[in-house]
């Protein structure tokens, strides 16, 4: 059982948008900035926004992220086959004092 | 180019030890903090440990407090993860990350490829 949820799955057609909801607490997301990673089949995980929707360098701006109380959300506009990955939420719990993740949804661009 | 690469995973009993590495590049390690992250096969990312970049500071995930201790050597710069007393629940990959600190939280910004761990008898 995850402290973030997130649901665990989702679908939707190339070129069509689609938003992924990650869910917390006062103590974790509610207080604190949001980040959000990609997990492609068999690779290492990699940062896509961080601060609640700030994007590294080379992630392009169809990924987006928004913080609202004690929820944030991913959108992806533009899908594409190779979007087809794991994304998970992150954000430190200060009542844990531990870092914390979701549980992950797995994205399929049908 | 910031490189992480992990080694010194393998299959060990439960109760035995394992030592962690990861050898990082193309950054100043020392002014970084550094974290491992597991991810147990077919689940999602669990934080298990995170150093500062002094190494003054530790901090651990419940699950593997009294048991893991994280370290590095700033003068070689790798990162270690001592794994003791392990359980079957601790079989993952075990990935290396580079921390990001921004205000009141942080994040992951460079990850390694991962090293596998499994405890099995």
């Known amino acids: 059982q995850s402290v973030l949820t997130q649901p665990p799955s989702v679908s939707a057609a190339p070129g069509q948008k689609v938003t992924i909801s990650c869910s917390g607490s006062?103590?974790?997301?509610?207080?604190?900035?949001v980040s959000w990673y990609q997990q492609l089949p068999g690779t290492a995980p990699k940062l896509l926004i961080y601060?609640?929707?700030k994007r590294p360098s080379g992630i392009p701006d169809r990924f987006s992220g928004s913080k609202s109380g004690t929820s944030a959300t991913l959108g992806i506009t533009g899908l594409r086959t190779g979007d087809e990955a794991d994304y998970y939420c992150?954000?430190?719990?200060?009542?844990?004092?531990?870092?914390?993740f979701g549980g992950g949804t797995r994205l399929t661009v049908l | 180019e910031v490189q992480l690469v992990e080694s010194g995973g393998g299959l060990v009993q439960p109760g035995g030890s394992l030592r962690l590495s990861c050898a990082a590049s193309?950054?100043?390690?020392?002014?970084?903090?550094m974290s491992w992250v597991r991810q147990a096969p077919g689940r999602g990312l669990e934080w298990v440990s995170a150093i500062s970049g002094s190494g003054s500071r530790t901090y651990y995930a419940d699950s593997v407090k009294g048991r893991f201790t994280i370290s590095r050597d700033n003068s070689k710069n790798p990162l270690s993860l001592q794994m003791n007393s392990l359980r079957a629940e601790d079989t993952a990959i075990y990935y290396c990350a580079r921390v990001f600190i921004t205000g009141t939280t942080l994040s992951f910004d460079y990850w390694g490829q991962g090293t596998l761990v499994t405890v099995s008898s």
């Open positions: 992150g954000t430190w719990d200060s009542s844990l004092s531990a870092v914390v």
């Open positions: 193309g950054f100043t390690f020392s002014i970084y903090a």
């Open positions: 601060d609640n929707n």
């Open positions: 006062s103590s974790n997301i509610g207080n604190n900035y």
